[in-house]
Protein backbone atom coordinates (compact mmCIF):
# COMPACT_ATOMS: atom_id res chain seq x y z
CA UNK A 1 0.00 0.00 0.00
CA UNK A 2 1.58 3.59 -0.79
CA UNK A 3 0.31 7.05 -0.76
CA UNK A 4 1.05 7.39 -4.53
CA UNK A 5 -2.33 5.97 -6.18
CA UNK A 6 -1.61 3.70 -9.63
CA UNK A 7 -3.65 3.93 -12.74
CA UNK A 8 -6.93 1.72 -12.20
CA UNK A 9 -8.60 -0.13 -9.43
CA UNK A 10 -7.04 -3.11 -10.23
CA UNK A 11 -3.59 -1.61 -9.92
CA UNK A 12 -4.21 -0.03 -6.62
CA UNK A 13 -5.54 -3.31 -5.23
CA UNK A 14 -2.37 -4.68 -6.70
CA UNK A 15 -0.15 -2.55 -5.11
CA UNK A 16 -1.36 -0.58 -1.62
CA UNK A 17 -0.88 -3.45 1.04
CA UNK A 18 2.68 -4.10 0.26
CA UNK A 19 3.74 -0.66 1.63
CA UNK A 20 1.06 -0.63 4.44
CA UNK A 21 2.23 -4.01 5.72
CA UNK A 22 6.08 -3.44 5.42
CA UNK A 23 5.41 -0.50 7.61
CA UNK A 24 4.82 -2.74 10.44
CA UNK A 25 8.28 -4.28 11.36
CA UNK A 26 10.26 -0.99 10.70
CA UNK A 27 7.47 0.20 13.80
CA UNK A 28 7.94 -3.17 15.99
CA UNK A 29 11.94 -3.06 15.20
CA UNK A 30 11.68 0.03 16.90
CA UNK A 31 9.49 -0.80 19.76
CA UNK A 32 11.48 -3.56 20.62
CA UNK A 33 15.10 -1.89 20.23
CA UNK A 34 13.32 0.26 23.06
CA UNK A 35 12.44 -2.66 25.71
CA UNK A 36 1.43 -7.85 5.65
CA UNK A 37 -0.58 -5.44 -10.67
CA UNK A 38 -0.02 -8.77 -12.07
CA UNK A 39 2.95 -7.52 -14.28
CA UNK A 40 6.40 -9.02 -14.47
CA UNK A 41 7.34 -6.39 -11.70
CA UNK A 42 4.89 -7.29 -9.13
CA UNK A 43 4.48 -9.21 -6.13
CA UNK A 44 1.46 -11.22 -4.66
CA UNK A 45 -0.50 -8.15 -3.67
CA UNK A 46 -4.01 -8.55 -4.11
CA UNK A 47 -5.94 -8.30 -1.03
CA UNK A 48 -4.37 -4.93 -0.67
CA UNK A 49 -4.48 -2.13 2.46
CA UNK A 50 -5.88 1.43 1.54
CA UNK A 51 -3.80 4.45 1.05
CA UNK A 52 -2.30 6.10 4.01
CA UNK A 53 -4.19 9.04 4.97
CA UNK A 54 -0.70 10.53 5.69
CA UNK A 55 2.20 9.49 4.43
CA UNK A 56 3.23 5.57 4.67
CA UNK A 57 6.40 4.19 5.20
CA UNK A 58 7.23 1.37 3.52
CA UNK A 59 10.70 0.16 3.29
CA UNK A 60 10.42 -3.29 5.08
CA UNK A 61 8.49 -6.19 3.83
CA UNK A 62 6.29 -7.67 6.38
CA UNK A 63 2.78 -8.09 7.79
CA UNK A 64 2.34 -7.57 11.34
CA UNK A 65 0.16 -6.54 13.63
CA UNK A 66 2.18 -4.73 15.98
CA UNK A 67 2.48 -1.28 14.23
CA UNK A 68 0.41 2.24 13.90
CA UNK A 69 -0.17 4.01 11.07
CA UNK A 70 2.72 5.13 9.49
CA UNK A 71 3.50 8.65 9.07
CA UNK A 72 6.43 8.39 6.47
CA UNK A 73 7.19 6.50 3.12
CA UNK A 74 7.72 4.95 0.17
CA UNK A 75 7.24 1.63 -0.98
CA UNK A 76 10.55 0.73 -2.71
CA UNK A 77 10.33 -3.21 -1.60
CA UNK A 78 9.01 -6.27 -0.72
CA UNK A 79 6.01 -7.63 -0.43
CA UNK A 80 4.01 -8.68 2.35
CA UNK A 81 3.30 -12.43 2.28
CA UNK A 82 -0.29 -12.30 3.56
CA UNK A 83 -1.43 -10.76 0.46
CA UNK A 84 -3.31 -12.53 -2.51
CA UNK A 85 -4.76 -12.69 -5.35
CA UNK A 86 -2.35 -11.01 -7.77
CA UNK A 87 1.20 -13.21 -8.31
CA UNK A 88 4.01 -12.60 -10.11
CA UNK A 89 4.78 -12.46 -13.55
CA UNK A 90 5.06 -15.74 -15.31
CA UNK A 91 5.15 -17.74 -18.32
CA UNK A 92 3.33 -20.60 -16.41
CA UNK A 93 2.23 -20.71 -12.36
CA UNK A 94 4.88 -23.56 -11.72
CA UNK A 95 7.86 -23.39 -11.02
CA UNK A 96 8.45 -26.41 -12.45
CA UNK A 97 7.80 -25.37 -16.22
CA UNK A 98 9.02 -22.01 -16.02
CA UNK A 99 11.46 -21.32 -18.34
CA UNK A 100 14.40 -19.66 -17.98
CA UNK A 101 16.36 -16.93 -20.47
CA UNK A 102 19.55 -18.06 -19.21
CA UNK A 103 20.45 -21.14 -16.93
CA UNK A 104 22.60 -18.71 -15.03
CA UNK A 105 20.22 -17.24 -12.27
CA UNK A 106 19.92 -13.58 -11.96
CA UNK A 107 22.48 -11.95 -9.44
CA UNK A 108 20.85 -12.41 -5.32
CA UNK A 109 20.78 -9.56 -3.32
CA UNK A 110 22.11 -11.00 -0.68
CA UNK A 111 24.28 -14.56 0.17
CA UNK A 112 25.72 -15.02 3.75
CA UNK A 113 28.60 -17.21 4.21
CA UNK A 114 27.63 -19.41 6.68
CA UNK A 115 29.18 -17.98 9.90
CA UNK A 116 29.30 -20.00 12.93
CA UNK A 117 28.69 -23.59 11.08
CA UNK A 118 30.08 -26.39 12.29
CA UNK A 119 32.92 -28.18 10.01
CA UNK A 120 30.56 -30.73 7.74
CA UNK A 121 27.87 -29.15 8.68
CA UNK A 122 25.34 -29.87 5.68
CA UNK A 123 25.02 -26.83 3.97
CA UNK A 124 20.87 -25.63 3.98
CA UNK A 125 20.29 -22.47 1.50
CA UNK A 126 17.10 -20.01 2.81
CA UNK A 127 15.93 -18.43 0.04
CA UNK A 128 14.18 -15.06 1.37
CA UNK A 129 11.97 -12.43 -1.00
CA UNK A 130 9.42 -13.96 -2.29
CA UNK A 131 7.27 -11.83 0.35
CA UNK A 132 8.72 -10.43 3.88
CA UNK A 133 12.31 -10.10 4.71
CA UNK A 134 14.10 -9.06 2.33
CA UNK A 135 14.71 -5.19 3.03
CA UNK A 136 18.12 -3.57 4.51
CA UNK A 137 16.20 -3.14 7.68
CA UNK A 138 15.23 -6.59 8.36
CA UNK A 139 17.71 -8.53 6.85
CA UNK A 140 20.62 -7.72 9.69
CA UNK A 141 18.15 -9.23 12.11
CA UNK A 142 17.67 -12.34 9.77
CA UNK A 143 21.70 -12.98 9.09
CA UNK A 144 21.39 -12.87 13.33
CA UNK A 145 19.41 -15.52 13.91
CA UNK A 146 21.38 -17.51 11.06
CA UNK A 147 24.16 -16.99 13.07
CA UNK A 148 23.27 -17.83 16.37
CA UNK A 149 20.81 -21.03 15.02
CA UNK A 150 24.26 -22.08 13.15
CA UNK A 151 27.04 -21.94 16.28
CA UNK A 152 23.79 -24.09 18.28
CA UNK A 153 24.16 -27.05 16.43
CA UNK A 154 26.64 -29.41 14.21
CA UNK A 155 24.10 -30.31 11.49
CA UNK A 156 22.93 -27.52 9.75
CA UNK A 157 24.90 -24.69 8.09
CA UNK A 158 22.19 -22.23 6.90
CA UNK A 159 23.14 -20.15 4.20
CA UNK A 160 21.01 -16.80 3.32
CA UNK A 161 19.74 -15.64 0.04
CA UNK A 162 18.35 -12.56 0.10
CA UNK A 163 16.40 -11.52 -3.29
CA UNK A 164 14.49 -8.05 -3.73
CA UNK A 165 10.74 -8.42 -4.55
CA UNK A 166 9.40 -8.50 -7.25
CA UNK A 167 13.12 -10.13 -8.80
CA UNK A 168 12.83 -12.70 -6.29
CA UNK A 169 10.23 -14.31 -8.84
CA UNK A 170 12.04 -14.81 -11.80
CA UNK A 171 15.28 -15.12 -9.92
CA UNK A 172 13.91 -18.51 -8.24
CA UNK A 173 12.36 -19.50 -11.10
CA UNK A 174 15.72 -19.19 -13.10
CA UNK A 175 17.58 -20.97 -10.59
CA UNK A 176 15.21 -23.88 -10.28
CA UNK A 177 15.31 -24.28 -13.88
CA UNK A 178 19.04 -24.56 -13.94
CA UNK A 179 18.92 -27.12 -10.98
CA UNK A 180 20.22 -24.52 -8.16
CA UNK A 181 17.22 -24.01 -6.18
CA UNK A 182 17.53 -23.33 -2.67
CA UNK A 183 16.24 -25.71 0.09
CA UNK A 184 13.85 -23.61 2.10
CA UNK A 185 11.89 -20.81 0.72
CA UNK A 186 10.13 -18.33 3.38
CA UNK A 187 8.23 -16.55 4.83
CA UNK A 188 5.48 -17.04 2.24
CA UNK A 189 2.38 -16.86 1.94
CA UNK A 190 -0.48 -18.75 0.16
CA UNK A 191 0.05 -16.00 -2.89
CA UNK A 192 3.78 -16.51 -3.41
CA UNK A 193 3.05 -20.52 -3.34
CA UNK A 194 0.77 -20.47 -5.79
CA UNK A 195 3.53 -19.09 -8.52
CA UNK A 196 5.34 -22.17 -7.86
CA UNK A 197 2.71 -25.21 -7.99
CA UNK A 198 3.80 -28.36 -7.59
CA UNK A 199 7.10 -27.55 -6.50
CA UNK A 200 6.34 -27.70 -2.64
CA UNK A 201 7.62 -30.91 -0.62
CA UNK A 202 5.19 -32.59 1.64
CA UNK A 203 6.33 -31.99 4.81
CA UNK A 204 4.13 -34.82 6.68
CA UNK A 205 5.90 -37.29 6.28
CA UNK A 206 9.61 -35.08 7.20
CA UNK A 207 7.16 -34.77 10.54
CA UNK A 208 6.53 -37.77 11.35
CA UNK A 209 9.84 -39.50 10.79
CA UNK A 210 11.52 -36.23 12.91
CA UNK A 211 8.88 -36.83 15.48
CA UNK A 212 7.53 -33.80 15.22
CA UNK A 213 3.93 -33.98 16.61
CA UNK A 214 1.64 -31.85 14.31
CA UNK A 215 -1.41 -32.55 16.47
CA UNK A 216 -0.99 -29.67 18.70
CA UNK A 217 -2.14 -27.49 15.97
CA UNK A 218 -5.88 -26.93 14.93
CA UNK A 219 -6.91 -28.97 12.05
CA UNK A 220 -8.25 -25.78 10.47
CA UNK A 221 -4.80 -24.05 10.57
CA UNK A 222 -3.28 -27.03 9.07
CA UNK A 223 -6.04 -27.47 6.44
CA UNK A 224 -5.09 -23.92 5.83
CA UNK A 225 -0.95 -24.79 5.48
CA UNK A 226 -2.07 -27.04 2.60
CA UNK A 227 -1.68 -25.99 -1.10
CA UNK A 228 -3.82 -28.37 -3.47
CA UNK A 229 -4.17 -31.11 -0.45
CA UNK A 230 -0.33 -30.99 0.33
CA UNK A 231 0.65 -29.73 3.75
CA UNK A 232 3.41 -27.62 2.36
CA UNK A 233 4.69 -25.72 5.88
CA UNK A 234 3.49 -26.01 9.39
CA UNK A 235 1.80 -23.22 10.22
CA UNK A 236 3.77 -19.95 11.45
CA UNK A 237 2.32 -16.31 11.38
CA UNK A 238 -0.98 -15.87 11.11
CA UNK A 239 -3.40 -13.16 9.86
CA UNK A 240 -7.03 -13.64 10.93
CA UNK A 241 -9.78 -10.87 9.95
CA UNK A 242 -12.69 -10.04 11.85
CA UNK A 243 -14.70 -6.51 12.24
CA UNK A 244 -13.56 -3.55 13.17
CA UNK A 245 -15.90 -1.12 14.67
CA UNK A 246 -16.09 2.43 15.44
CA UNK A 247 -16.92 2.88 19.25
CA UNK A 248 -17.29 6.24 18.73
CA UNK A 249 -19.86 5.96 15.79
CA UNK A 250 -22.03 3.55 18.09
CA UNK A 251 -22.07 5.84 20.45
CA UNK A 252 -23.34 8.44 19.13
CA UNK A 253 -25.99 6.60 17.44
CA UNK A 254 -26.59 4.90 20.93
CA UNK A 255 -26.03 1.78 19.50
CA UNK A 256 -24.72 -1.45 21.71
CA UNK A 257 -21.47 -2.44 20.05
CA UNK A 258 -21.50 -5.80 17.94
CA UNK A 259 -20.61 -9.41 19.57
CA UNK A 260 -17.39 -10.36 20.85
CA UNK A 261 -18.15 -13.89 20.41
CA UNK A 262 -19.84 -16.63 18.43
CA UNK A 263 -23.18 -17.48 19.38
CA UNK A 264 -23.78 -14.52 21.27
CA UNK A 265 -27.19 -11.94 20.53
CA UNK A 266 -27.09 -8.68 19.40
CA UNK A 267 -29.54 -6.63 20.85
CA UNK A 268 -31.38 -9.35 21.45
CA UNK A 269 -31.69 -10.87 17.78
CA UNK A 270 -29.12 -13.65 16.25
CA UNK A 271 -25.33 -12.07 14.82
CA UNK A 272 -26.16 -13.11 11.25
CA UNK A 273 -26.25 -11.32 8.02
CA UNK A 274 -29.71 -9.88 8.21
CA UNK A 275 -28.90 -8.55 11.70
CA UNK A 276 -25.74 -7.16 10.48
CA UNK A 277 -27.36 -5.59 7.70
CA UNK A 278 -29.77 -4.03 9.70
CA UNK A 279 -26.63 -2.55 11.87
CA UNK A 280 -25.28 -1.46 9.25
CA UNK A 281 -28.24 0.78 7.95
CA UNK A 282 -28.45 2.38 11.10
CA UNK A 283 -24.98 3.24 10.99
CA UNK A 284 -25.31 4.91 7.23
CA UNK A 285 -26.23 8.99 8.00
CA UNK A 286 -26.41 11.06 4.82
CA UNK A 287 -25.24 14.80 5.83
CA UNK A 288 -29.02 15.85 7.09
CA UNK A 289 -28.23 13.33 9.86
CA UNK A 290 -30.65 10.64 8.38
CA UNK A 291 -30.12 6.95 8.56
CA UNK A 292 -30.47 4.70 5.79
CA UNK A 293 -33.69 3.56 7.40
CA UNK A 294 -35.61 6.62 6.92
CA UNK A 295 -37.33 7.66 4.08
CA UNK A 296 -35.57 11.37 4.02
CA UNK A 297 -32.20 9.76 3.94
CA UNK A 298 -29.95 11.79 0.77
CA UNK A 299 -28.12 8.51 -0.84
CA UNK A 300 -25.98 11.51 -2.83
CA UNK A 301 -24.96 12.60 0.29
CA UNK A 302 -23.85 9.99 2.03
CA UNK A 303 -21.26 11.81 5.17
CA UNK A 304 -20.98 8.35 7.08
CA UNK A 305 -21.20 4.33 5.95
CA UNK A 306 -22.01 1.54 7.91
CA UNK A 307 -19.70 -1.11 5.91
CA UNK A 308 -16.69 -1.66 4.14
CA UNK A 309 -15.42 -4.69 3.21
CA UNK A 310 -11.64 -4.91 2.58
CA UNK A 311 -9.11 -3.76 1.54
CA UNK A 312 -9.64 -7.28 -0.52
CA UNK A 313 -10.27 -8.03 -4.36
CA UNK A 314 -13.57 -9.69 -5.75
CA UNK A 315 -12.64 -13.79 -4.06
CA UNK A 316 -11.91 -11.66 -0.69
CA UNK A 317 -15.12 -10.13 -1.24
CA UNK A 318 -16.44 -13.62 -2.40
CA UNK A 319 -15.63 -15.44 0.88
CA UNK A 320 -17.48 -13.62 3.08
CA UNK A 321 -20.19 -16.13 2.18
CA UNK A 322 -17.82 -19.31 2.11
CA UNK A 323 -14.37 -20.18 0.28
CA UNK A 324 -14.75 -21.80 -2.79
CA UNK A 325 -12.59 -22.17 -5.87
CA UNK A 326 -13.93 -20.58 -9.72
CA UNK A 327 -13.36 -23.99 -10.98
CA UNK A 328 -14.95 -27.40 -11.08
CA UNK A 329 -13.07 -29.39 -8.60
CA UNK A 330 -12.75 -32.42 -11.58
CA UNK A 331 -11.67 -30.25 -14.28
CA UNK A 332 -9.26 -27.24 -12.91
CA UNK A 333 -9.46 -25.89 -17.17
CA UNK A 334 -13.42 -25.02 -16.25
CA UNK A 335 -14.36 -22.50 -15.23
CA UNK A 336 -17.25 -22.46 -12.16
CA UNK A 337 -18.50 -19.48 -10.07
CA UNK A 338 -19.69 -21.15 -6.95
CA UNK A 339 -23.01 -20.42 -5.52
CA UNK A 340 -22.06 -18.50 -2.15
CA UNK A 341 -20.23 -16.52 -3.84
CA UNK A 342 -22.70 -15.23 -6.43
CA UNK A 343 -24.64 -14.86 -3.35
CA UNK A 344 -21.97 -12.66 -1.88
CA UNK A 345 -21.16 -10.52 -4.75
CA UNK A 346 -25.38 -9.62 -5.14
CA UNK A 347 -25.57 -8.85 -1.42
CA UNK A 348 -22.06 -6.94 -1.98
CA UNK A 349 -23.17 -4.84 -4.95
CA UNK A 350 -26.62 -4.46 -3.48
CA UNK A 351 -24.85 -3.10 -0.11
CA UNK A 352 -23.48 -0.36 -2.21
CA UNK A 353 -26.14 0.72 -4.76
CA UNK A 354 -29.29 -0.34 -3.09
CA UNK A 355 -28.60 -0.41 0.69
CA UNK A 356 -25.99 2.60 0.14
CA UNK A 357 -24.42 1.05 3.50
CA UNK A 358 -20.87 0.82 1.93
CA UNK A 359 -19.12 3.22 -0.38
CA UNK A 360 -18.70 2.99 -3.77
CA UNK A 361 -15.43 3.85 -5.38
CA UNK A 362 -16.15 7.66 -6.58
CA UNK A 363 -17.25 8.05 -2.17
CA UNK A 364 -13.65 5.14 -1.41
CA UNK A 365 -11.54 7.56 -2.96
CA UNK A 366 -13.06 10.72 -1.55
CA UNK A 367 -11.57 13.38 0.97
CA UNK A 368 -14.00 12.32 2.79
CA UNK A 369 -13.07 8.40 3.56
CA UNK A 370 -9.50 9.22 3.63
CA UNK A 371 -8.64 8.49 -0.47
CA UNK A 372 -8.78 5.06 0.14
CA UNK A 373 -8.41 4.08 3.92
CA UNK A 374 -11.59 3.34 4.68
CA UNK A 375 -11.55 2.91 8.48
CA UNK A 376 -9.32 5.55 9.22
CA UNK A 377 -11.09 8.21 7.95
CA UNK A 378 -13.37 7.85 10.84
CA UNK A 379 -16.67 7.85 8.93
CA UNK A 380 -17.06 3.50 8.56
CA UNK A 381 -18.41 2.19 11.52
CA UNK A 382 -17.34 -1.29 10.58
CA UNK A 383 -15.32 -2.52 8.15
CA UNK A 384 -13.83 -6.50 7.72
CA UNK A 385 -10.37 -6.90 7.89
CA UNK A 386 -7.16 -8.90 8.87
CA UNK A 387 -5.06 -8.16 11.95
CA UNK A 388 -2.16 -6.39 9.96
CA UNK A 389 -4.97 -3.54 9.66
CA UNK A 390 -3.64 -1.95 12.47
CA UNK A 391 -0.71 -0.57 10.45
CA UNK A 392 -3.06 1.47 8.52
CA UNK A 393 -5.07 3.84 11.44
CA UNK A 394 -3.84 5.52 14.85
CA UNK A 395 -4.38 2.22 16.48
CA UNK A 396 -3.74 4.67 19.94
CA UNK A 397 -6.12 7.77 19.37
CA UNK A 398 -9.10 5.84 17.72
CA UNK A 399 -11.43 4.89 19.57
CA UNK A 400 -12.32 1.14 18.30
CA UNK A 401 -12.27 -2.55 19.25
CA UNK A 402 -13.06 -5.87 17.06
CA UNK A 403 -16.13 -7.92 16.51
CA UNK A 404 -16.90 -11.72 15.48
CA UNK A 405 -18.43 -11.91 12.11
CA UNK A 406 -21.87 -12.85 11.69
CA UNK A 407 -23.28 -16.15 10.44
CA UNK A 408 -24.20 -16.53 6.76
CA UNK A 409 -26.21 -19.06 5.72
CA UNK A 410 -25.98 -21.06 8.83
CA UNK A 411 -21.66 -20.70 8.90
CA UNK A 412 -19.00 -18.11 10.21
CA UNK A 413 -16.32 -17.45 7.34
CA UNK A 414 -13.09 -15.57 8.34
CA UNK A 415 -10.64 -15.06 5.45
CA UNK A 416 -7.22 -15.70 6.68
CA UNK A 417 -3.53 -14.70 5.59
CA UNK A 418 -0.93 -16.70 6.94
CA UNK A 419 3.19 -16.62 6.50
CA UNK A 420 4.86 -20.60 6.46
CA UNK A 421 8.02 -21.77 5.65
CA UNK A 422 8.56 -24.35 2.52
CA UNK A 423 10.96 -26.76 1.40
CA UNK A 424 11.91 -26.83 -2.28
CA UNK A 425 10.72 -31.00 -4.02
CA UNK A 426 14.63 -30.03 -5.60
CA UNK A 427 15.94 -29.83 -2.24
CA UNK A 428 18.73 -32.80 -2.00
CA UNK A 429 18.64 -32.10 1.85
CA UNK A 430 14.76 -32.78 3.02
CA UNK A 431 15.55 -33.94 6.28
CA UNK A 432 18.16 -31.49 7.35
CA UNK A 433 16.70 -28.72 5.74
CA UNK A 434 13.04 -30.12 7.72
CA UNK A 435 15.26 -29.84 10.86
CA UNK A 436 16.21 -26.66 10.65
CA UNK A 437 12.24 -25.68 9.55
CA UNK A 438 10.72 -27.10 12.42
CA UNK A 439 12.91 -24.52 14.62
CA UNK A 440 11.92 -21.65 12.66
CA UNK A 441 8.35 -22.00 12.69
CA UNK A 442 8.38 -21.68 16.93
CA UNK A 443 11.22 -19.36 17.17
CA UNK A 444 10.60 -15.85 18.93
CA UNK A 445 12.73 -14.27 17.40
CA UNK A 446 11.38 -14.49 13.73
CA UNK A 447 7.97 -13.79 15.26
CA UNK A 448 8.91 -10.31 16.27
CA UNK A 449 11.11 -9.94 12.97
CA UNK A 450 8.12 -11.09 11.03
CA UNK A 451 5.15 -10.07 12.99
CA UNK A 452 2.48 -12.27 12.67
CA UNK A 453 0.42 -13.72 15.07
CA UNK A 454 1.98 -17.06 16.52
CA UNK A 455 0.17 -20.11 15.31
CA UNK A 456 1.98 -21.81 18.61
CA UNK A 457 -0.86 -20.54 21.32
CA UNK A 458 1.92 -20.58 24.22
CA UNK A 459 3.54 -17.15 22.05
CA UNK A 460 0.53 -15.31 21.40
CA UNK A 461 0.57 -13.54 25.06
CA UNK A 462 3.70 -12.17 24.77
CA UNK A 463 2.88 -11.23 21.01
CA UNK A 464 -0.56 -9.46 22.27
CA UNK A 465 1.37 -7.79 25.12
CA UNK A 466 3.70 -6.22 22.22
CA UNK A 467 0.59 -4.61 20.23
CA UNK A 468 -1.01 -3.62 23.76
CA UNK A 469 1.53 -1.40 24.39
CA UNK A 470 0.84 0.44 21.55
CA UNK A 471 -2.90 1.09 22.09
CA UNK A 472 -3.15 4.22 24.01
CA UNK A 473 -6.37 3.51 26.34
CA UNK A 474 -8.27 1.36 24.00
CA UNK A 475 -8.63 -2.12 25.31
CA UNK A 476 -8.86 -4.72 22.49
CA UNK A 477 -10.62 -7.96 22.56
CA UNK A 478 -8.13 -9.94 20.88
CA UNK A 479 -10.07 -13.10 22.09
CA UNK A 480 -11.66 -12.13 18.69
CA UNK A 481 -9.23 -12.69 16.58
CA UNK A 482 -8.13 -15.88 17.82
CA UNK A 483 -11.71 -16.88 17.86
CA UNK A 484 -11.83 -16.44 13.96
CA UNK A 485 -8.47 -18.41 13.38
CA UNK A 486 -10.92 -21.27 13.88
CA UNK A 487 -13.17 -20.09 10.99
CA UNK A 488 -10.18 -19.95 7.96
CA UNK A 489 -12.11 -19.67 4.38
CA UNK A 490 -11.10 -22.99 2.99
CA UNK A 491 -10.82 -23.51 -0.39
CA UNK A 492 -8.28 -20.00 0.30
CA UNK A 493 -9.16 -16.91 -1.59
CA UNK A 494 -5.39 -16.81 -2.00
CA UNK A 495 -5.11 -20.05 -3.48
CA UNK A 496 -3.84 -21.29 -6.61
CA UNK A 497 -5.60 -20.89 -9.93
CA UNK A 498 -4.96 -21.71 -13.93
CA UNK A 499 -3.15 -18.54 -15.53
CA UNK A 500 -3.04 -17.00 -11.73
CA UNK A 501 -2.02 -13.72 -13.23
CA UNK A 502 -4.49 -12.63 -15.81
CA UNK A 503 -7.26 -14.28 -13.72
CA UNK A 504 -6.47 -12.09 -10.52
CA UNK A 505 -6.19 -9.12 -13.16
CA UNK A 506 -10.05 -10.60 -13.47
CA UNK A 507 -10.92 -10.52 -10.03
CA UNK A 508 -9.71 -7.32 -9.26
CA UNK A 509 -11.42 -5.57 -12.45
CA UNK A 510 -14.29 -7.31 -11.45
CA UNK A 511 -14.77 -6.00 -8.16
CA UNK A 512 -13.81 -2.49 -9.25
CA UNK A 513 -16.82 -2.92 -11.85
CA UNK A 514 -18.88 -3.47 -8.76
CA UNK A 515 -18.01 -0.46 -7.01
CA UNK A 516 -18.36 1.44 -10.03
CA UNK A 517 -21.20 1.04 -12.11
CA UNK A 518 -24.63 1.33 -11.04
CA UNK A 519 -27.53 -0.45 -12.70
CA UNK A 520 -25.38 -3.68 -13.70
CA UNK A 521 -27.60 -7.01 -13.72
CA UNK A 522 -25.03 -8.55 -11.54
CA UNK A 523 -25.92 -12.10 -12.40
CA UNK A 524 -25.26 -11.37 -16.17
CA UNK A 525 -21.90 -9.72 -14.89
CA UNK A 526 -21.07 -12.87 -13.00
CA UNK A 527 -21.52 -15.20 -16.13
CA UNK A 528 -19.62 -13.09 -18.42
CA UNK A 529 -16.44 -13.17 -15.47
CA UNK A 530 -17.37 -16.91 -15.48
CA UNK A 531 -16.58 -16.84 -19.64
CA UNK A 532 -13.94 -14.53 -19.22
CA UNK A 533 -12.05 -17.04 -16.57
CA UNK A 534 -13.20 -20.33 -18.66
CA UNK A 535 -11.38 -19.19 -21.51
CA UNK A 536 -8.19 -17.94 -18.97
CA UNK A 537 -8.35 -21.32 -17.52
CA UNK A 538 -8.29 -23.16 -21.08
CA UNK A 539 -5.52 -21.39 -22.06
CA UNK A 540 -3.12 -22.29 -19.26
CA UNK A 541 -0.63 -24.10 -20.07
Not at 414 to 425: M, Y
Amino acid sequence: MHLSKPTGRESSFASKKISYIATLVLLMSVVLAACGDNTATTAPAATTAPAAATTAAATTAAAATTAAAATTAAATTAAATTAAATTPAATTPAATTAAASSTTPPPTTVISTGEGCASGATKITWYIGLGAGADADVIPKEQAWADKYNKSQTEACVIMQVVHNPESYDTLKAQLAAGQGPDIVGPVGKAGRASFQGAWTDIAPLAQAAGVDLSKYDPALLDFTKDEGTLVGIPFALFPSFIYYNKDLFDEAKLPYPPHKVGEKYDGKDWNLDTFTALAQELTVDKSGNAATDANFDAKNITQFGFFDGPTDARGVAVLFGGGLPYDPADQKTAKIPDNWRQAWTWYYNSIWKLHISPNNDYQQSDLLAKGNEFKSGHVAMQASHTWYTCCFDIAKQNWDIAVMPTINGKITAKLHGDTFAILKSSKNQKVAFDVLSKMVVDKDLYQIYGGMPANQADRAEFFTTLNSRLGNNKVDWSVAEEMLKYPDLPNHESWLPNIIKANDAFNKFRTLMDQTPDLNINSEIDKLQSQLDALFKAAS
